[in-house]
């Protein structure tokens, strides 16, 4: 199983960026798709997820209104909008996958992209 993250980059406060993940290796139709970040001496938090069933979708208070999880289940491809975009949202953005029907904490995560830097300008 492979997830390859990317997009990130530099982008200035108020900006945005589009994250994309890219799945193999898995039934991709059948997982939950999560995107967590991990800031520099802090804990990989939870951001959004996309269950595979349902069409249930779960973010963190944080970024409610401002960040979009999408799939194409066609193409096994989830991303995340991030509009209005703040400094305390930079981190390494990484992808995972879940059998859960949804899922906000890392344990339930089985699989995990190698993650993409996203560092917010003030």
């Known amino acids: 199983v492979q997830l390859q993250a990317s997009g990130g980059g530099l982008v200035q406060v108020g900006g945005s960026l589009r994250l994309s993940c890219a799945a193999s290796g898995l039934t991709f139709s059948a997982y939950t798709m999560g995107w967590f970040r991990q800031a520099p001496g802090k804990e990989r938090e939870f951001v959004g997820a996309?269950?595979?069933?349902?069409?249930?979708?779960s973010y963190a208070d944080s970024v409610k209104g401002r960040f979009t999880v999408s799939r194409d289940n066609a193409l096994q491809m989830v991303y995340l909008q991030m509009d209005s975009l703040k400094p305390e949202d930079t981190a390494v953005y990484y992808c995972?996958?879940?059998?859960?029907?949804?899922?906000?904490?890392?344990?339930?995560?089985?699989?995990w992209g190698q993650g993409t830097q996203v560092t917010v300008s003030s």
């Open positions: 995972a996958a879940s059998r859960a029907i949804i899922a906000s904490t890392t344990l339930n995560y089985v699989y």
């Open positions: 996309i269950s595979w069933i349902g069409g249930k979708i």
